[in-house]
């Protein structure tokens, strides 16, 4: 009969071929996404679990796992004799299928089989870790128990449950910590202390145990054992990640097309996850700007006002001085509207676009005639501001398509006399700016702007309009990017929402954004100077005292489709705007009328509103 048996073994032994397929959770791993103080901000993912090479797992921790559930791993089969036994007897006589198993084991339970407790089951285990142990080196059976095992809290890894119960990467576990985490191995609901008081007397005499265990195999000495007396009480559940929401998603949307861009992964490999990304946003902005918009819309009315503000939008976006995204406002729900706000190319620049062509004169110089040459001009240079001043070119009046002369228009009519080019900026005067983008010539206009930052993408035809930014549609990121250029001195980078990427313990190498130069110092300074001005006696001043020299610039469309502001503090420069569009055709609507507003306020008004709102908050 032993023979018999023997034989059997022998054959099935033979006939077991080790899976190709691992269960889905065994190779699915989620995205963990973090707030620039490295706290968790988001995770995406159907399975919480992040693989860690064994090196990165301290080895007193390691110890700590063997000692609580196979001190002999590394030196048996890859089977408990005496386990299989107890579970064989079990099944002869009745009684409840036994336990007993080694790592190699579990680890095959976890990965190939189901969790059902029948003999056929575990007979298969056990060939089936025999043959792995065989092929298979300890190391890497062991690395992989470690990223597969069920910690509760819904985690799997000993990585993701180093955060969710420690809230900090598994390297920088110390063993009583460990011992914990190792407890969990055996029954993590009846061992989380944050489940009840008796989990917690279970969980505190287990940890002893574990740690006495360790002294008894080698892992630790007395002196060392000495030192943990008290429980390392982990965090309450919860603080280990959570889904993408309300304004996350949009935060985790971008740095997602960051991260895949500047790491160069494909969109296949990220899905498949285990990558940790470190953002740029700032948490406390985050909150403050999204305050600051929910302000701001709590006027909006679509039943009282259905034909006003029923379309109502805000979009926000926060840059720092080398470009690092800090805040963006994407929209009421992520969940509900994918449409990112802070990011939309559907909405027209206005005015706010008129520091472009500012920045391009002061570099460039204008032509007036044809023979004369480029002409320097300064600050202090004096163009005509009274409205409807017709636009020219060095050949006499520019003509439209329509056969009609192009003329400026001012905000509400106004004439204002010789103007400095200065002033015009500051005031937000359109008749000064709109000839100086034909003097300057559109071409080089555009030039400059994509210089500071602006796509190509988002920039219009070059028509005189062109010049007060009425066909260019750049994003609040990127109007708050390419503002930041002036502050930086005339040097732009790219915004940019990720600080670094890791995938199992070690750094996936990014492109970083460069800075480039954009103008000249001496250029930047002068364009800083007169959106300064715009804060002190221009058309922003009512938010001159939300933060002492801080700078900015209006914007309006003649079409008034579109209320801008975009300001700048030492730190970071902020853009906000405020329009009314259907997701359905994304045509800009007109602001008249919106949040029950009387027909002179301008949408511009409402973000500069906005802005001093977010910036008083976080000083």
């Not at 959570?242 to 861009?261: D, F, M």
Request: charged fraction near 25%.
């Amino acid at each position: 009969m032993f023979i018999g048996l023997t034989g059997f073994v022998a054959i099935a032994y033979a006939a077991t071929d080790i899976p190709d397929d691992l269960n889905s959770f065994a190779t699915q791993q989620d995205n963990v996404y973090y707030w620039s103080d490295g706290t968790v901000m988001a995770r995406t993912g159907w399975v919480i679990r992040q693989e860690i090479p064994l090196d990165k797992v301290p080895p007193k921790v390691r110890g700590a796992v063997l000692a609580a559930e196979n001190a002999s791993f590394y030196s048996d089969s890859g089977v408990s004799p005496t386990g299989v036994l107890r579970a064989a007897t079990a099944a002869v006589t009745g009684g409840e299928t036994q336990g007993g198993s080694t790592i190699t084991q579990q680890y095959v339970k976890n990965v190939y089989l189901s969790q059902d407790r029948t003999l056929s089951r575990k007979f298969t285990e056990a060939l089936l870790a025999v043959k792995l142990d065989n092929h298979t080196s300890k190391d890497k059976i062991f690395q992989d128990y470690l990223n597969t095992s069920w910690f509760g809290r819904g985690t799997y890894g000993i990585q993701r449950a180093s955060h969710a119960y420690y809230g900090k990467d598994v390297s920088r576990l110390n063993p009583s910590e460990g011992a914990f985490l190792a407890s969990l191995l055996k029954g993590a609901g009846l061992y989380d202390p944050a489940l009840g008081k008796e989990n917690r007397a279970r969980a505190v005499e287990r940890w002893n145990w574990i740690l006495d265990r360790m002294v008894a195999t080698g892992h630790l000495t007395q002196a060392e054992r000495a030192k943990y007396k008290k429980f390392p009480e982990p965090t309450k559940p919860g603080s280990g990640g959570t889904i993408p929401g309300a304004q996350t998603g949009y935060l985790v949307e971008l740095a997602k097309r960051h991260a895949i861009k500047a790491g160069h992964i494909t969109t296949a490999d990220y899905d498949l996850g285990g990558y940790q990304i470190r953002t740029t946003f700032d948490r406390k902005r985050t909150k403050a700007l999204t305050a600051a918009v929910r302000k701001a819309d709590r006027d909006f009315d679509a039943k009282r006002r259905p034909d006003t503000d029923k379309y109502a939008r805000i979009g926000a976006a926060s840059v720092g001085r080398d470009g690092r995204l800090l805040a963006v406002y994407g929209g009421h729900d992520f969940l509900k509207q994918g449409f990112n706000q802070s990011n939309a190319t559907t909405i027209p620049a206005g005015s706010a676009f008129t520091p472009f062509v500012y920045a391009a004169a002061l570099e460039e110089g204008v032509t007036r005639t044809r023979e004369g040459g480029r002409t320097p001009v300064s600050p202090a240079s004096v163009y005509d501001g009274d409205d409807r001043i017709a636009v020219r070119t060095p050949e006499g009046p520019y003509w439209d398509r329509s056969g009609k002369v192009v003329k400026g228009r001012n905000e509400g009519g106004r004439d204002w006399g010789k103007v400095t080019l200065r002033r015009a900026v500051a005031s937000s005067v359109n008749t000064p700016m709109l000839q100086l983008g034909l003097d300057v010539g559109l071409d080089r206009v555009e030039k400059y702007a994509l210089r500071a930052g602006l796509l190509e993408s988002s920039l219009g035809e070059r028509i005189p309009t062109f010049a007060l930014g009425e066909n260019s549609t750049p994003s609040a990121i990127r109007m708050a990017g390419a503002y930041q250029t002036f502050a930086a001195d005339g040097m732009h980078t790219d915004p940019y929402s990720v600080l670094s990427v890791t995938r199992a313990g070690d750094a996936v190498p990014l492109t970083e954004p460069k800075p480039t130069r954009a103008v000249s110092q001496k250029t930047a300074k002068e364009v800083t100077d007169a959106l300064r001005a715009t804060m002190t006696d221009g058309s922003a001043k009512a938010a001159g005292g939300a933060h002492a020299g801080a700078v900015g610039k209006t914007g309006t469309t003649t079409a008034n489709t579109a209320g801008w502001f975009v300001g700048g503090t030492e730190d970071e420069t902020t853009a906000v705007v405020v329009y009314r569009m259907s997701l359905k055709d994304l045509v800009p609507l007109p602001l008249k009328g919106l949040g029950g507003d009387a027909p002179g306020r301008l949408g511009s008004e409402r973000a500069v509103g906005l802005w001093a709102d977010y910036i008083k908050a976080v000083e």
